[in-house]
Structure formats: structure tokens, C-alpha cells
């Protein structure tokens, strides 16, 4: 007679529930994975085109060393997709002044270079010469961090989907509304979840992966977590090769100040132009749509920045979802008063980069395992302020 395989529910089919649900299987769990719509959702903001895959985390080398061993596993994930799902076509990273100590830009190329990685400062002409869609002037320094690049982040999720279900992973598109249907035993404990349409499914750990529906799933993680809408953009070129990776790699134009990012060409003619600043705070399922103005002050940037992409069409927007932590760190623990729940959300904008080791990360959660990560990530109250540092977006 053979033993029954623990049993968990995730909840949310984004990066962190399709990585979690893959882990937790392979580590022997029966596993659920459950959401509203049929997975890959193509409006889950882990499914656009494209993320920054980058180690630049101004002086944070806590998040610096975390994605370092990332990139390990994107060159792994690359060589187990048969596929580059990771390109690795470095980064740029512009100023508009003088590089100087204490700045984001300054700051992420000292502990780059202070840690043995080869970065091309970019100053003087150099930026002219090397990357002639950019303007002349404008952003005076700067360097380009060849251990970096991009990600293919809808075909990841979809990659990681496939792999779970051929893994013996279940994948239902069903909906649970909140609280209320968080299944309870005796003493609270949470022992599954109710589906919409009055399922019971019992687990001995619900893993909650909602992204910016987890406060209204979990409406006591209000105060530290918070659904924020930030737009991005798709131009349309009629010579991609114009923005080629080799002279348009992904780029952060004075991040700290600006808010504006952006990646190469896809082979449709497609640039991703985004922006990252407060946002603005919205229920998740009532986000709205990218405004006109919005687009104005990106074609404003851009006629100065960028003049060849100035008065491209606009082929696309979105609104990208952040599940906002109050630090900008992510919350990843068990709930330390609901035995058998699991929280894994507050991505900030910045998570998708360390999807080789989320799953790991919230597995070892769920078990109860030591990670050398979680320090950072752990159940904590509300204080202190995030840090542009851990602000800036991948979107």
C-alpha cells in the first residue's frame, strides 16, 4: 500500500504559481493549480513579450547576488527549452548627467564591476558611435552590462505551464472570490479552497500566487500589499534591424528620474517602450486602458531621447498589473496565523527576472525548508519605505 502524496492548491497561473505548482510537483506534492481563466491568460502581466533580466540593483547586493544565481537558471532554462527563452543582449543604462556616487546608475555599475563584471562605460561619443537611435547629448554617461538582457515572458510562463501538466500537475480555470471561501478546520487551519461555483477543493496547503488579486483575496494583506496599473507601450518600425538588439539592446534612460525602459525590436517590428513611476492604484479587475496623455509624454521622451521612434504608430498598450509590497520587497512565507496557507505575491514590478528561483523559493516555504533568499522576503509588518533602487521596473 503506497502513501497519499501531500496535497496543495496554488492559486494564480502567473510566474509564481506556474514555477511553484512545477516545484511543489516535482518535489512529490499532489498539485492544483487554479485560476479564473484558462492558462496562459494572455492579460496576466506575466504574459507580455518581454522582461529585463538584469543584476543592476544600484547598492542592493542582496538583490544583485539573488539575480546572479538567476541567470544560472536562465542559461539552464535555455539549454531545457531547446530554446533561448533568455537573450542575452546585455543592457544599457543611461544618466543624463555624470554618473555619481549614490545614484542608481553610478551605484549598479560600481558593485557590477566590484564583483568582476566586464561593463563598457558609455560616455563622450561612445553612445553616438555605438547606439545611433539614441540622441547625441542628451544622456552624457552611462554603461552597457553584457550579463543582462531580456526574456521571452509570455512563451516562459506557457513553457513552465506545459512542463507542469506533462509533471502530473492539475490546471483548472476556476475562481475563488475571497476569504469567505478559503476552506477552515478546526482552529482556523485553512484546508482548501471553495471555487466560485461551490467546489471544495481540500488540500494540506493553499498556496495563494494572485499577484495583484491577492489583497482582495486576502483583504487583511491590504496594508502591505496594493494593486498599482502601470502602461506600456508597442511601436510599430518598418526596419527592425534599425533596433536590433546589437545597437538597441534593452535599455533604463535616467530610471530613477525618468521612469522610461525599453527593449529591441521583436522580428514583427514591435518596440516595447515602458514607464515606471508611482502608477496608479486601481481594483484589478477595473485597471482601464493606457490614456491618450500618457502616449503624448512618451512621444515627448522620445523626440528627445530617441527621434527615430518619435512618430512610430502606436501598434498596442497595456496595462501592466504590479502587486506593489509596501517595501518594495516580495512577501513569500507561510501566514503566521493561518496554518496552511502560503502567501507568494508582492512582486513590486520586478520579480519575473528570478523566475529560475521563485518555485524553489516557495516550495521551501511551503516545507518549511531553509533558503539562504528568504531572509528578505519574510512575513513582516508594515514600516519604512521602499527604495528606488528596488522601484525600478521590468516590466
Known amino acids: 500500500m503506497t502513501s497519499r502524496s501531500p496535497r496543495v492548491v496554488v492559486v494564480g497561473g502567473g510566474v509564481f504559481g506556474a514555477a511553484t505548482a512545477l516545484e511543489l510537483r516535482t518535489r512529490g506534492w499532489a498539485v492544483t493549480l487554479l485560476d479564473p481563466h484558462p492558462l496562459p491568460y494572455e492579460e496576466a502581466s506575466s504574459t507580455d513579450v518581454s522582461k529585463v533580466i538584469r543584476m543592476d540593483y544600484g547598492s542592493d547586493a542582496f538583490y544583485h547576488e539573488f539575480a546572479e544565481r538567476a541567470l544560472e537558471g536562465w542559461d539552464r532554462w535555455n539549454v531545457e527549452a531547446g530554446r533561448r527563452l533568455y537573450h542575452e543582449d546585455g543592457f544599457l543604462v543611461l544618466a543624463r548627467g555624470p554618473m555619481t556616487p549614490g545614484g542608481f546608475e553610478h551605484e549598479s555599475w560600481r558593485v557590477l564591476n566590484e564583483r568582476g563584471y ?23 554617461d ?11 515572458s509570455g512563451a516562459v510562463v506557457e513553457w513552465l505551464i506545459t512542463r507542469g501538466r506533462s ?43 494572485a499577484g495583484a488579486w491577492t489583497p482582495v483575496l486576502l483583504p487583511w494583506l491590504s496594508d502591505r500589499l496594493t494593486a498599482v ?18 545597437v538597441f539592446p ?34 484589478p479587475d477595473e485597471r482601464g486602458e493606457v490614456d ?30 504590479y502587486c506593489d509590497s509596501f517595501d518594495g520587497d516580495f512577501l513569500i512565507d507561510r501566514d503566521p496565523e493561518r496554518e496552511g496557507l502560503v502567501v507568494a505575491s508582492g512582486g513590486s514590478g520586478h520579480a519575473f527576472k528570478f523566475a529560475p528561483l521563485l518555485g524553489e523559493l516557495v516550495a521551501d516555504a511551503v516545507e518549511g525548508r531553509e533558503n539562504r533568499w528568504s531572509v528578505r ?3 513582516r509588518g508594515v514600516g519604512g519605505a521602499r527604495t528606488e533602487e528596488a522601484r525600478f521596473s521590468d516590466a
Open 142 to 152: 552611462g554603461y552597457f552590462n553584457p550579463r543582462a538582457g531580456w526574456a521571452e
Open 118 to 140: 566586464r561593463t563598457e562605460r558609455v560616455a563622450g561619443d561612445t553612445l553616438r558611435r555605438r547606439y545611433p537611435a539614441w540622441r547625441d547629448g542628451v544622456h552624457v
Open 167 to 209: 509533471a502530473g500537475v492539475e490546471v483548472r480555470a476556476d475562481a475563488i472570490s475571497g476569504e469567505g471561501n478559503l476552506l477552515l478546520g478546526p482552529g482556523g487551519r485553512v484546508r482548501g479552497v471553495r471555487t466560485r461555483e461551490g467546489v471544495e477543493l481540500g488540500a494540506e496547503v493553499v498556496v495563494v500566487c
Open 292 to 321: 491618450t496623455g500618457h502616449l503624448e509624454r512618451a512621444r515627448s521622451f522620445l523626440r528627445v531621447a530617441i527621434p527615430r521612434l518619435a512618430d512610430a504608430p502606436l501598434v498596442g498598450s497595456r496595462v501592466c498589473l
Open 377 to 379: 522576503f519574510r512575513w
Open 250 to 283: 534593452p535599455w533604463a534612460a535616467d530610471i530613477a528620474g525618468s521612469g522610461w525602459y525599453g527593449f529591441p525590436a521583436l522580428p514583427d517590428g514591435r518596440v516595447k517602450v515602458g514607464h515606471h513611476g508611482r502608477g496608479r492604484r486601481v481594483q
Open 229 to 246: 496599473a502601470q502602461p506600456v507601450l508597442y511601436l510599430g518600425v518598418e526596419e527592425p534591424d534599425t533596433f536590433a538588439p546589437g
